[in-house]
């Protein structure tokens, strides 16, 4: 079953990726008069799969947080007030319980 946070994050892909495409219309266009219109259709479609896919991410990582383009090192200055604060406790808290299920399976 998909969760309404999925589909939305969907939406916003595919609302970037059809962006993205009318922005670059004209460079694609161009170049591609000269093909025959089959290719030209899956080079658009090509490109499209290839936007779509990074800018929503896999799941591995992270669902395609912009956190993953925040270095972890500004979280506490530049980006501080948009949750950056926040963001690194979160990261310290995982690391830390990482690091104590591996201290206890080193010790079984």
């Known amino acids: 079953m998909v969760s309404l ?3 939305s994050s ?4 595919m609302l970037t990726v059809l962006a993205a495409l ?18 030209a259709a ?9 936007l779509y896919l990074r800018v ?4 591995d ?5 912009v956190w993953n383009a925040i270095p972890s090192r500004q979280y506490n200055g530049r980006h501080v007030e948009s ?8 990261e310290a808290a995982i ?5 104590d299920a591996a201290d206890r399976d080193r010790k079984e």
């Not at 969907?10 to 892909?13: E, R, V």
């Not at 990582?61 to 947080?65: F, P």
């Open 22 to 39: 009318l922005l670059l219309a004209p460079v694609i266009a161009a170049p591609a008069s000269l093909l025959p219109p089959l290719a």
């Open 10 to 13: 969907l939406a916003k892909g």
């Open 95 to 99: 690391e830390e319980i990482q690091e």
């Open 42 to 50: 899956l080079v658009v479609v090509g490109l499209s799969i290839l």
């Open 83 to 90: 949750g950056g604060l926040a963001r690194g406790e979160q």
């Open 61 to 65: 990582e992270g669902g395609g947080s």
């Open 56 to 59: 929503v991410g896999s799941d």
């Open 5 to 7: 946070r999925g589909l």
